[in-house]
């Protein structure tokens, strides 16, 4: 998040698309409910589904799913035809507009209309609510990133939000929320395939050097692969082991007969993680991991806060904190790491990530800071690119419309769309043991329009077989007009009936995430 969750209290307009935030984040959608009521802060929601925060809207935009570029291009259209964008701001700040607006003028309300199902009188409406505010923020999840373009999505975001002259001031801003409590933070510190802790790039020889030095070994400047590229790469006979540690990919992971085929041929696989996963059945060795409570160290938050976690319990059984474990492995394997405590490693980190520079434990003792921190002194940044952009101008790009990468057909009429609910998170490891939560969510359900179910004679509650290209899963019935018309959604939590064996392995180019979000099955009472 270029801002922080307090700045939705402070912002004239939020524009949500693509998160049902009530059940997904629901301490952020805490704060953008107080903001509507308590300061008077207008709200557009942009979903296909009729999500909780719709009743707090000024206005709801229906978009077909898959159609986020062109609804995006059509606001800009407005905004630039009746010159409601911020002239100066993008003289000074920005590089690029002419060729950009050349590209959205194309997308004329009636067209977007046609495309997206918007009406364009709504489309008006929503683009000058935004445009006109002082301070207006976006809000978006991976409803917007999880498609084979989402990085297109992504880019006509920050594009909105520079034409309004959004980013860089307190209550504005671009702010994805992240899906788990330290996403943020496992990317920082380079759980990514191309860069280093701190997003400094592997193929840059001074990095290289740097972390050599740091660490006492010899290091690769080859970028790695991504999650989802390993999966080719181990059928390719390229990859022959995988080590995994607290992720359950034979829920969460797209086209899961192509995953499961791809663990049945790996020499050796590890899993490290809290419980005994899908995945970790699979394993040739399972490493029994701490818990959140019990081990002390730091989670960085979705609005970039690193904060402090303290141990609780003592680990139960023969489980140890993840750092202890790689520690151990890493020794056997002839380089040792020399930490005694997390505190070591936190320290480590200040001096090898100059965003993180300034955080200690000290600091971080009973209030979190937010990156950039960069020395002792620094107060942390509430938000990003006050005076200008890292690159030094905003660059605006050109973003053309591109079809999802598969769409409904006579032999399979139906969208699908996956996501969570309120009462599981991600693949259940931890949710689905709690007793409460599953009585009161204990099976898949989806979700169906009435008139869907009319034609094909599904009642609430029946069992229906839904099918994709990939595979099928039986699922209960939901008759209801939340999901559009001819579409179904289904939480993707349940790993005795994974909605992902149904999901479509299309990737983004750039970001290589997977299309969750746009595929098409058919409907089939049982």
Sequence with gaps: MTNSIADFRKADVILLTGSNSTENYPVIALNMKKAIIENKTKLIVVDPREIELVKYAEIWLRPKPGTDVVWLNGMMYIIIEEDLYDVSYVAERTENFMAMKETVMKYNPEFVERLTGIPSEDLKKAARIYAQAQKGSI??????????????????????????????IEGGGVNPLRGQNNVQGACDMGALPSVFP??????????????????????????????????????????????????????SDPNLKHVKDVFKKLDFLVVQDI????????????????????????????????????????????????WKIICSLSEKMGSPMNYNHPEDIMEEIAGLVPNYGGIHYERIENHGLQWPCTSWEHPGTPYLHKDKFTRGKGLFQSVEFILPNELPNKEYPFLLSTGRELYHYNSGTMTRKVKGLHTISPEVIAEIHPLDAEKKGIENKNIVKITSRRGEIKARVSITKRSPEGTVFIPFHFGEMAVNLLTNDALDPVARIPEFKVCAVRIEQI
């Design 139 to 168: 809000a978006y999840a991976m409803g917007i990133t999880q498609h084979a373009f989402g990085t297109n999505n992504v880019k006509s975001i920050a594009n909105l939000a520079m034409l309004c002259g959004n980013v860089g």
């Design 198 to 251: 701190g997003y400094q790039s592997v193929s840059e020889q001074k990095n290289v050097k740097k972390f050599e030095e740091a660490w006492g070994i010899k290091l690769s400047s080859k970028p790695g692969l991504a999650v989802t590229d390993m999966w080719s790469a181990v059928l390719k006979e390229k990859l022959k082991g995988i080590y995994i540690i607290g992720e359950n990919p034979v829920v």
């Design 275 to 322: 419980f005994m996963t899908e995945t970790a059945r699979l394993a040739h060795v399972v490493l029994p991991a701490a818990s959140y409570a019990e081990k002390d160290g730091t989670f960085t938050n979705t609005e970039r806060r690193v904060q402090r976690v303290r141990k609780g319990i003592k680990p139960i059984g023969d489980s140890r904190p993840d």
